[in-house]
């Protein structure tokens, strides 16, 4: 069964601290890949996204993502956290030609960021 | 612009009863997706839906019962609530899916509804 693994549960850094959080995906054909954010009490919030094209992908607030095909991964960075990133993320993967078209979900990463 | 939206943001319910959560899209898009969040789980698909009266099952639907009599609305039936189904659910719409020689479609998320079940 196709399946997102997050290495991460929860990550703890101080402000100004760099970012990187792990994605993993099991599927061997074509699929878009998404990073979504959670703030505390609302809903989930597309970060960045990636379809195709360059592999290095910018997203809103300075986030960014890499697609490795060969290492089946889409890790998450940012150069310097802020408070303000305090949230929950998840990595998604939408394969190509499932005929549901469902996001498939990693359990998630908590950030907690300290001031 | 509405956008995505659901009701109602939080219930508690008994065991036993029957509890309908709403969904309600204003782009026209022709896929819905119900989504239940859970500690530890993430997010899990329970019905999708490719337009009005086109429904199926996803990973978890066993309690569940949807419709979708027009491409607005999407609501989400528990039949016979469990503690079990205690969750935060949300509903989500896209244009389309990924199929092979076009392009990706992102899906929009609702703000969620929170029920417990006691």
């Known amino acids: 069964a196709q399946s997102v693994s997050q290495h991460n549960h929860h990550v703890i850094l101080s402000e100004a601290a760099s970012l990187e959080l792990g994605c993993n995906y099991s599927?061997?054909?074509?699929?878009?890949l998404f990073w979504y954010v959670q703030y505390p009490g609302q809903h989930l919030q597309l970060l960045l996204k990636?379809?195709?094209?360059?592999?290095l992908v910018k997203g809103i607030k300075g986030f960014e993502a890499e697609f490795i095909k060969s290492k089946f991964s889409f890790n998450l960075r940012k150069p310097s956290v802020q408070w303000s990133d305090t949230a929950e993320y998840f990595c998604?993967?939408?394969?190509?030609?499932?005929?549901?078209?469902?996001?498939?979900f990693g359990k998630g990463t908590k950030l907690s960021v300290k001031p | 612009d509405a956008g995505i939206t659901q009701s109602p943001r939080y219930k508690i319910t008994e065991t036993g009863r029957q509890v309908t959560l709403m969904c309600h899209q204003t782009?026209?898009?022709?896929?819905m997706f119900w989504y239940r969040q859970d500690l530890g789980h993430g997010l899990r698909l329970i019905y999708y839906?490719?337009?009005?009266?086109?429904?199926d099952k996803g990973e978890v639907p066993d309690g569940y019962v949807v419709s979708r009599s027009k491409t607005e609305n999407f609501p989400l039936t528990l039949e016979s609530a469990t503690r079990s189904q205690t969750s935060v659910y949300f509903c989500?719409?896209?244009?389309?899916?990924?199929?092979?020689?076009?392009?990706?479609?992102?899906?929009?998320f609702g703000p969620g509804t929170r029920l417990t079940v006691t």
């Open positions: 989500a719409s896209s244009k389309g899916v990924p199929e092979t020689g076009t392009r990706g479609y992102e899906q929009y």
């Open positions: 599927y061997g054909g074509t699929v878009n």
């Open positions: 990636y379809f195709s094209g360059d592999p």
């Open positions: 998604a993967v939408n394969p190509y030609g499932g005929s549901q078209g469902n996001l498939i």
């Open positions: 782009w026209s898009h022709s896929y």
């Open positions: 839906s490719a337009a009005a009266d086109i429904t």
